[in-house]
């Protein structure tokens, strides 16, 4: 088996911060632009409604889906876009772990979870965020994308109704296009502020296991390890273990020693069938 490759600031795709930011800022653009569109699309149809001209009309079937379906569409690009940055912290974030534990995190543990993803690479939430950042995941999935679900004791025009003022409302968006911008300020500033410099330490073990370490950045000190088939083979499977290798021979070691006990630390380790799994091992520390 050999060391599989890590996060850098040499890597691409999708384990790249930049092609994340890349990907959002085409998505932000594009749903502010659909946005636009719709504005004046809805004066005008409005205009040929009081003008008695939208019922002749042979293309009234293309305003009415026009009408209906770019708001909605301003929506999931904005809930997109909010991801895209998101998972571009998160690279900064996963630096030095494997490509395969970052990848298998954003399938698995985070999904289209933002609130989750928002804990994950420290953004300061402010008090109406937890909802804001709910309500972008439900454009995502499911008020931005499929027809409505009725639930029981409502009726469907209710539904649609109230769907329809939530997409519409200007003062709704601008709030959630103000949200995506923090996050996007958040992502860039983390690893690029000069009052709260970053620093990375990252090893192999043996020939198939790593450590990763990284504190400062504007993100809490982080602590990715994973276990080498010969540290398994020999029954040395615990954090305590991992910690024993690092003994104090030189600065990046001390420095890691000494955030030890204060970092979060993830095990990019194994479910008991076998399969990968990231196990965390210690809460994250306050903030301070």
Not at 5 to 29: H, I, M, Y
Not at 68 to 86: C, D, H, I, K, N
Not at 115 to 124: I, K, L, S
Request: some cysteine; proline content about 4%; aromatic content about 10%.
């Amino acid at each position: 088996m050999t060391e599989s490759k890590r996060l850098s600031n040499r890597s691409t795709g999708q384990f790249s911060f930049q092609n994340w930011l890349q990907e959002g800022d085409g998505l932000f653009a594009s749903s502010r632009e659909t946005r636009k569109n719709w504005k004046e699309h809805r004066q005008k149809f409005s205009k040929k409604i009081s003008d008695g001209d939208a019922i002749h009309s042979p293309r009234e079937s293309d305003d009415w889906s026009l009408l209906t379906g770019l708001p909605r569409s301003s929506m999931l690009l904005l809930g997109y876009a909010v991801e895209m940055y998101f998972k571009g912290a998160m690279a900064k974030a996963y630096r030095g772990c494997s490509n395969e534990m970052f990848e298998r995190d954003l399938k698995g543990r985070f999904k289209h979870n933002f609130v989750q993803m928002a804990g994950e690479v420290a953004f300061p939430l402010e008090a109406s965020d937890v909802e804001s950042l709910n309500k972008l995941k439900d454009m995502v999935l499911v008020d931005a994308r499929y027809p409505v679900f009725v639930r029981e004791g409502e009726t469907y025009s209710d539904t649609v109704n109230q769907q329809t003022s939530r997409i519409w409302s200007a003062e709704f968006y601008t709030s959630l296009t103000e949200l995506v911008e923090r996050v996007r300020s958040h992502s860039m500033k983390i690893d690029s502020d000069e009052k709260n410099p970053a620093s990375f330490y990252a090893v192999g073990i043996d020939h198939d296991g790593y450590l990763s370490f990284r504190v400062g950045g504007r993100l809490p000190p982080r602590i990715t390890y994973k276990l080498s088939t010969i540290m398994r083979e020999n029954g040395k499977t615990t954090a305590t273990d991992v910690r024993a290798l690092f003994v104090v021979a030189n600065l990046y070691d001390k420095r890691l020693l000494h955030y030890w006990d204060r970092a979060i630390i993830f095990e990019d380790g194994k479910k008991t069938d076998g399969s990968p799994k990231t196990i965390r091992l210690q809460p994250p520390p306050p903030l301070s």
